[in-house]
């Protein structure tokens, strides 16, 4: 699978950015998708993972309730939609993909659990 992440750019706090992630080479639907974000010298942290069929949904708390998940199968996309940013949400953004099989959704939280990463789009939240 190669996965190409785009949507980035820059905001004023309190602002919205949807990312977009496609997805080409594989039957997308076969893969849990997950959106990482990266500032650097620090680690790649978990933003959000969505399941094949995107009925089931994982959030780290410093996102939940202001960054959502969705996927079209048919299209071969993943999204994040990003409300209310805040400068610390500065950072490249990844997308990712995985074909392991997991129970929980919430083992999707390591990026040891992806084979495959996107190339990455950066996302600057003035104050």
């Known amino acids: 699978v190669q996965l190409q992440a785009y949507g980035g750019g820059l905001v004023q706090a309190g602002g919205s950015l949807r990312l977009s992630c496609a997805a080409s080479g594989v039957t997308f639907g076969g893969y849990v998708m997950g959106w990482f974000r990266q500032v650097p010298g620090k680690e790649r942290e978990f933003l959000a993972a969505?399941?094949?069929?995107?009925?089931?949904?994982d959030y780290a708390n410093s996102v939940k309730g202001r960054f959502t998940i969705s996927r079209d199968n048919a299209k071969n996309t993943v999204n994040l939609q990003m409300n209310s940013l805040k400068p610390e949400d500065t950072a490249v953004y990844y997308c990712?993909?995985?074909?392991?099989?997991?129970?929980?959704?919430?083992?999707?939280?390591?990026?040891?659990?992806?084979?495959?990463w996107g190339q990455g789009t950066l996302v600057t939240v003035s104050s």
């Open positions: 969505i399941s094949r069929s995107g009925g089931n949904t």
């Open positions: 990712a993909a995985s074909r392991r099989t997991y129970t929980l959704m919430k083992a999707f939280a390591a990026s040891s659990a992806y084979h495959t």
